[in-house]
């Protein structure tokens, strides 16, 4: 039979279960007055709409009669003389490749009408030819009208040729270039040329790490991983599925894992909960100042093992010190197989990883093929602020970082120096320099990268600026005397480069194989390891959220939209605090009547610096005796929507320092959170397929798998065979499925985004989140599983609050599985029976179509529907003055990013996911003017295109060659509330953990 764990959402539907449950019964729980429903917008002079009409009307059959049809009249004027390259109505793509100074990808840029409209990934890249949630987000910072529209001095705007003279005359050789990792081979040649002193820093260091490998191989960098080649995974405190270094290890994870008799094993052992720490089959809750302590007893197990010298280590907590051996015997037992990662800021603890790799003969582990992405160095960075106390440094010129956001010392000495900014906006950083110079979005500019160790990759322009901005190579080579455009700078660092590839091929592809260059790997000296003492009392550390990352797109509505994978919590950062912790400092989060949540705040105070009024969220997972803190929040100058969101988490921790002992003092300020949390419930029913690795290997699919059957005069039947309805012709066309599997799905996020640009869903803001307006056609739910459960509170008398005290026990932590929800396309679907107008309709090729010109805005459909996927336009996002500094669409450059292929839907009407209709019948009609049959894979929906594990599978089941085809004869293979008797188009694969 099927495992059957108990879920829950989170701590809201056990503190108030009956909340949940009236809430579960009721999607629209914050009902909209009459006059805020109907709106303004002024409807006295405008003429009135059918769907206005019917509003007014009361929806009755006599008023859908008379009501009159209108349809504006736009005129268009036509190309004198049409580009070659362009085609109306029909998109362009465009490999190029970004890097921001913490995510690096390959990727393919949509254009439309020479618009960039959607970052698609580079699935043909070498490396990271994925994209994450930001990536995907990347594409609307290019509209954003508070980028700098011209060089600066002194505040006012000027000339390009008046501020490159300005900012020469501030260049002395007591000046130094400041900068974020550079991996680019042409902007490093034009620094040389500028012959300053060069200093890197990054916003999320990996400094002390890299200085391990510098020292080992010659080369600044850090190791690359192959997963192929791992059994068992043991990270520490090391998020590889999220932000460790800039590999996107997403597909490889997803392919290892796999059901079968050779399934990657994944064990983590980790502060926080995490997306890492979120897939794994086995999860260790140690404190951020335990991750030393804890690789050097792995090490030193596995020393013993081989015959080799081992290193002091404190004694570890009695809780984990067992499951610490065990996983120590896992590694021998794997030998070869093995694969030991470190996500901690410090050279002990990747030393500790590197050797106990090397011990095991890792085949996974590589220090021959570097990743240069994350290669600041804190080092180089602390001399500087020595140099500018001292006087020794007279001006600083910043290029595309943010330092005196990041950096509290850096900003206490900013007017000790003169400064010039090289940014793409009046940052806090760009805001205090005499002269301020314009960079152009990845986007607008010419830009070549080496991100790893044999590649080489290249951006290319897709638009001309939007601004009077520049390519930073440049504007770099301009300050350094130099008149080549960025182009031609680009053009001669590829043929430096020696890539396998000429010019154009370089530009078509987006990337080239190079020569890796060889390092002389040296030994891993171990005397000077010395193991730091965990700390006793309570510990704060910083971490990136899946949305947000280290703040480059801290002006972007989609990275706060984004709901955090873990909290599902949108549009702020929060310290996240055990239940125990919560218990101890009088913190607590409580539902509101309305279904929003609301909890206390506290101060923190670490080495005498208190931040104070930071919301608290009591987070299953988290470790006692550690609080963290999400970085790149609490902006001040990043324009109208990032302003004043949050809190700034290193003006308490520089990037670094990894941890510190913290005192915190609740308070009695309210904080109400943007939770999703309550919003589209399942209504207890079960939802989640979950079974461990040797059920799935030998027992019965019919039993950990077991179809819901009903009894009729017939015998025992099936949903698919006991209908209510006529089943519908899905035999003579396409029949269009989709399969998810939720071995592969990590959480990442990024189909949510994909999902949202592709077709216009509107941003909502904060306001509306917590009111469960949000306009997400995909949604991801996280489910906690757990053996304590109602009823066993209630016969043993625990409380809520002691009860999640207990769950806090590390063998009882909740399990934690990612379930992406869209509409299910259902072959007898409720909605479709419910509109009183035709406006949701089924396809002969098995969609649940909308019709946005018939919708009248009953929400019968929304309340019909057992999934909770049917969004409402509760306003008419585009024009209404609330939504002005949250909606794209609002602003002259934020409707650039509008896909043309989709309505923008109004007021009043009902939306939801169409399996991106507009890609299938752009499909059908390429084949159709071809004269052939589609193919499999020729097109997919955004979501799948997005996946960079390969989760989400789309296609026609009526072509026995489709893999989607394959994927329902699976034995995983269910549908989502089978028993309701949907019959849905989307189907699940259950989840299968590696343990016993």
């Not at 390959?106 to 043909?124: F, M």
């Not at 309709?841 to 019909?864: D, F, K, P, Q």
Request: hydrophobic share 40%.
């Amino acid at each position: 039979m099927t495992e059957n764990n108990k879920y829950w959402r989170g701590i809201e539907d056990q503190s108030n279960p009956e909340l949940s449950e009236k809430l579960a019964q009721n999607e629209f729980s914050n009902e909209i007055s009459q006059a805020d429903f109907l709106g303004n917008d002024e409807l006295a002079e405008s003429s009135t709409s059918r769907r206005d009409f019917l509003k007014f009307m009361g929806f009755s059959t006599a008023a859908a009669t008379l009501a009159a049809c209108e349809a504006p009249i736009v005129e268009s004027i036509p190309y004198v003389v049409k580009p070659d390259s362009l085609t109306p109505g029909i998109a362009n793509y465009y490999a190029s490749s970004l890097y921001d100074g913490y995510d690096f990808a390959s990727v393919l840029v949509k254009t439309r009408e020479g618009r960039p409209i959607k970052i698609e990934p580079n699935n043909d890249a070498i490396f990271n030819g994925a994209t994450n949630a930001r990536v995907q987000a990347s594409v609307l910072s290019l509209y954003d009208g508070a980028r700098m529209h011209s060089p600066m001095m002194d505040g006012a705007a000027t000339s390009w040729k008046e501020a490159i003279t300005k900012a020469q005359s501030l260049l002395t050789e007591n000046s130094v270039l400041l900068t974020r990792t550079v991996i680019s081979p042409a902007l490093k040649s034009a620094i040389a040329k500028l012959g300053l002193r060069h200093v890197s820093v990054d916003a999320v260091s990996q400094s002390n790490r890299a200085d391990v490998y510098e020292a080992l191989t010659g080369v600044r960098g850090l190791p690359t991983v192959e997963l192929a080649k791992a059994r068992l995974v043991f990270a520490v405190g090391a998020d590889f599925l999220g932000d460790l270094g800039g590999e996107n290890l997403n597909s490889a994870y997803a392919a290892a894992r796999k059901p079968g008799s050779d399934m990657l094993r994944h064990i983590q052992a980790e502060s926080g909960l995490s997306l890492s720490g979120a897939n794994a089959d086995v999860r260790i809750k140690a404190k951020v100042s335990e991750y030393e302590s804890v690789l050097a007893h792995v090490y030193n197990k596995v020393a013993n093992a081989v015959g080799v010298a081992t290193v002091s280590a404190p004694a570890l907590r009695e809780d984990i010190k067992l499951s610490v051996e065990g996983v120590a015997n896992e590694l021998i037992a794997a030998g070869s197989g093995s694969l030991v990662l470190n996500g901690l800021n410090s050279a002990t603890a990747e030393k500790l990883a590197a050797k106990t790799n090397e011990l095991l003969a890792s085949e996974a582990f590589n220090t021959s093929r570097l990743d240069f992405t994350a290669s600041g160095s804190d080092t180089d960075f602390a001399a500087l602020l020595e140099d500018i106390k001292s006087g020794d440094v007279t001006s600083v010129v910043t290029l595309d970082t943010n330092v005196l956001h990041f950096s509290s010392a850096m900003a206490s000495l900013a007017e000790k120096v003169s400064l010039v900014s090289i940014a793409d906006r009046l940052d806090e950083t760009a805001s205090k320099a005499a002269v301020a110079l314009p960079m152009s979005h990845y986007l607008e500019a010419w830009t070549d990268a080496a991100p790893a160790s044999g590649v080489y990759a290249v951006g290319q322009p897709t638009i001309s600026p939007l601004f009077d901005s520049k390519s930073a190579v440049e504007i770099v080579n301009t300050l350094a005397g130099g008149s080549e455009s960025a182009v031609e700078l680009i053009k001669a660092s590829a043929t430096s480069a020696n890539s396998s590839k000429a010019w154009n091929a370089l530009l078509h592809d987006g990337f080239a194989d190079v020569a890796i260059e060889e390092v002389a790997t040296g030994t891993l000296d171990m005397s000077d390891v010395a193991v730091s003492a965990p700390l006793k009392g309570l510990e704060f550390y910083t971490y990136t959220k899946a949305g947000m990352g280290a703040g480059s797109n801290a002006n972007n509505p989609w990275t706060y939209e984004l709901p955090d994978p873990v909290t599902r919590l949108s549009w702020d950062n929060y310290v996240v605090m055990s239940a125990a912790d919560a218990v101890a400092y009088g913190v607590e989060v409580k539902a509101q009547s309305n279904g929003s949540m609301n909890g206390n705040t506290i101060n923190i105070t670490v080495d005498g610096t208190t931040l104070e009024n930071v919301p608290v969220w009591i987070q299953p997972g988290q470790t006692q005796g550690s609080i963290g803190l999400a970085v790149g929040f609490g902006r001040t100058e990043a324009g109208k929507v990032g302003n004043n969101v949050g809190v700034n988490a290193n003006s308490l921790l520089a990037p670094a320092v990894s941890y510190a002992e913290a005192t915190v003092v609740a308070t009695e300020v309210e904080h109400g959170f943007a939770s999703v949390q309550l919003a589209h419930t399942m209504m207890g029913r079960k939802i989640v397929n979950e079974i461990n690795l040797p059920t799935f290997l030998s027992g019965n699919a019919k039993e950990w798998n077991e179809k819901p059957t009903f009894e009729s005069y017939k015998g025992p039947l099936t949903s698919f065979e006991a209908n209510l309805w006529d089943d519908q012709d899905h035999e003579t066309s396409h029949m269009w499925n989709m399969s998810i599997d939720l071995n592969s799905c990590t959480g990442c996020g990024a189909c949510v985004v994909a999902c949202s640009l592709e077709n216009n869903v509107p941003v909502v803001g904060k306001d509306e989140v917590r009111r469960h307006r949000d306009m997400h056609w995909l949604r991801i739910d996280r489910y906690y599983s757990s053996d304590m459960t109602k009823e066993v509170a209630e016969e043993e008398g625990v409380g809520a609050i002691e009860k999640y005290a207990k769950m806090e026990v590390p063998s009882e932590s909740p399990s934690v599985v990612f379930q992406p929800v869209m509409c299910q396309h259902c072959n007898h679907a409720p909605c479709e029976t419910v509109c009183p107008v035709g406006a949701t309709v089924h396809s002969r090729e098995g969609l649940n179509h909308m019709a946005y010109n018939r919708c009248i805005g009953t929400r019968y459909c929304a309340n019909n529907c057992p999934y909770k996927v049917r969004r409402f336009n509760w306003f008419n996002y585009q024009v209404n003055d609330k939504f002005t500094d949250v909606n794209p669409s609002q602003d002259d450059y934020g409707r650039m990013v509008l896909n043309p292929d989709v309505t923008v839907r109004a007021r009043g009407v009902i939306e939801k996911c169409s399996l991106c209709i507009q890609r299938i019948q752009l499909g059908k009609l390429e084949a159709k003017k071809d004269g052939r049959q589609l193919t499999d894979g020729e097109f997919t929906t955004a979501c799948a295109q997005a996946c960079g594990s390969g989760a989400i599978v789309f296609g026609d089941v009526n072509n026995p060659k489709s893999e989607v085809s394959h994927l329902k004869q699976e034995e995983r293979a269910y549908h989502l509330l089978e028993e309701v008797g949907t019959q849905p188009s989307i189907f699940y694969q259950t989840k299968v953990r590696n343990r016993a």
